[in-house]
């Protein structure tokens, strides 16, 4: 079994026991510990922040060649201990983001779990301490402050990981606006089709000398993504410099990663990056597009404008909201398969929506009321995504965190914010977190 990106508050002795019998060797993520070390966790939480964050799985002894699993009995629960690791953890700067705690007893004996995630303000220090703590396959280690190259790779660690980021967020524009460009060839194709039946019908009416109804497509008439207003949503790892799973083991898993998996009508091809789906309507000129990266990107852009009508445009905020919940499970579903442990950023945007009015969340039961009375004051609308895998998978936390985002969306708009129980309803119609 798999704990790495699991709650270990849910986790108990069995589950320990189970995952270490399946002799799941030590690694970047992951250090075992017979008891607990005399000199403290202090270097633990430093390194494992500054490389991709980790779990610390206290009362097993690992084979000191292979990193193995030899002995898994537990260790007794001792209160003060949690103490001293929190007072630990204090030493070092910044604080780090950790989570603590006993699995259940068994014989007398329990686990000790400490998670500790990927830092994002590297790098981490231990206080009264001139090394700066890397974890490197199995073991922490220190970097020398006499290799300039290393410690200034830690410093610009954040900056790197941003660069990464935007890269990627650059390489998925990039296949939306080709994947755009090609079905706007398709429309004008189909547009040039229907045009070569139609004056091959009316060949015998024009030699009679009848009159004809003049040519008129039943595709959407105006060039797609122009007057488009869109929603784009995206995750990914907060350093995506490894990747998870290649472009065919990403098709092959399509069914439990991609947001329309029984749409089959929908081609899923792969890309250099990973695979991406594109579809669009010919008859309003909806356009969507969702894409998985092997490198952990979670990508969808889709048209949120609810009518063609220049004068009555709208947009949705069950639609911008429904698509988040929906990019999450995606992007849970992924890293749940690929084992991914640690950070995520992310982001969500509006764009060419001003002067648009704004239709409410307004589950079954409730009024429409004050729907009509707003609108979009500019063309654009930006909202950042800070969370991480223990989030992600703790179905009460992620629910929270949901619900404030939903508040941060009404406020970054201009509306007042929706009571919880109109929130509670929608999600419940709409089926969200459900276990």
């Not at 595709?219 to 784009?232: F, H, I, Q, T």
């Not at 969507?288 to 004068?311: A, P, R």
């Not at 009321?369 to 992600?392: A, F, K, V």
Request: aromatic content about 12%; some cysteine.
């Amino acid at each position: 079994m798999n704990i790495l990106n699991k709650k270990i508050a849910d986790l108990n002795y069995q589950d320990i026991a189970s995952f270490c019998s399946e002799g799941y060797p030590e690694g970047i993520q992951l250090d075992y510990k017979k008891e607990p070390p005399k000199k403290g966790f202090a270097q633990h939480f430093a390194a494992f922040s500054n490389s991709r964050g980790g779990l610390i799985i206290v009362g097993v002894e690992e084979n000191k060649d292979s990193g193995i699993p030899e002995k898994w009995e537990g260790i007794l629960k001792d209160a003060k201990l949690i103490e001293r690791i929190h007072q630990e953890a204090s030493n070092v700067d910044p604080f780090p983001t950790y989570e603590i705690c006993y699995t259940d007893e068994v014989r007398g004996k329990s686990f000790l779990l400490i998670r500790i995630l990927e830092g994002m303000q590297t790098p981490y220090l231990v206080f009264n301490d001139p090394n700066f703590w890397m974890r490197t396959g199995n073991i922490k280690k220190a970097i020398d402050l006499a290799n300039p190259k290393q410690v200034e790779l830690l410093f610009e660690k954040k900056t790197n990981a941003e660069r990464l980021r935007s890269i990627l967020l650059n390489q998925a524009d990039e296949i939306f606006e080709s994947a755009l460009i090609r079905a706007e060839k398709e429309r004008l194709t189909q547009i040039s089709e229907e045009r070569r039946t139609y004056e091959q019908e009316i060949q015998p009416a024009k030699a009679k000398g009848l009159i004809v109804e003049p040519f008129k497509s039943i595709a959407y008439p105006d060039k797609l993504g122009r007057n488009s207003s869109m929603c784009e949503i995206y995750l990914q790892p907060y350093s995506p410099d490894s990747s998870l799973m290649n472009p065919q083991g990403l098709l092959k898993e399509k069914h439990k990663i991609l947001l329309r998996p029984a749409y089959e009508d929908i081609k899923t091809e792969t890309t250099p990056y990973g695979i991406v789906q594109f579809l669009w309507s010919s008859y309003n000129g909806y356009i969507e597009c969702h894409q998985i990266f092997s490198k952990g990107l979670v990508y969808y852009n889709s048209d949120v404008e609810e009518t063609g009508s220049e004068k009555n445009k709208m947009i949705m905020i069950s639609f911008v909201v429904g698509a988040l919940h929906r990019i999450i499970t995606a992007t849970k579903s992924f890293y749940e398969i690929t084992k991914y442990q640690g950070s995520i950023v992310g982001g969500i945007a509006l764009k060419d929506v001003q002067g648009m009015r704004i239709r409410q969340i307004t589950p079954n039961g409730y009024s429409w009321g004050r729907n009509h009375n707003y609108s979009c004051l500019l063309p654009e609308y930006h909202w950042g995504i800070e969370i991480d895998t223990s989030i992600l998978f703790d179905t009460e936390a992620l629910k929270k965190w949901f619900y404030e985002k939903i508040n941060e969306i009404y406020i970054f708009l201009g509306l007042p914010i929706p009571a919880s129980e109109v929130i509670d309803s929608f999600c419940k119609q709409e089926s969200m977190f459900v276990n």
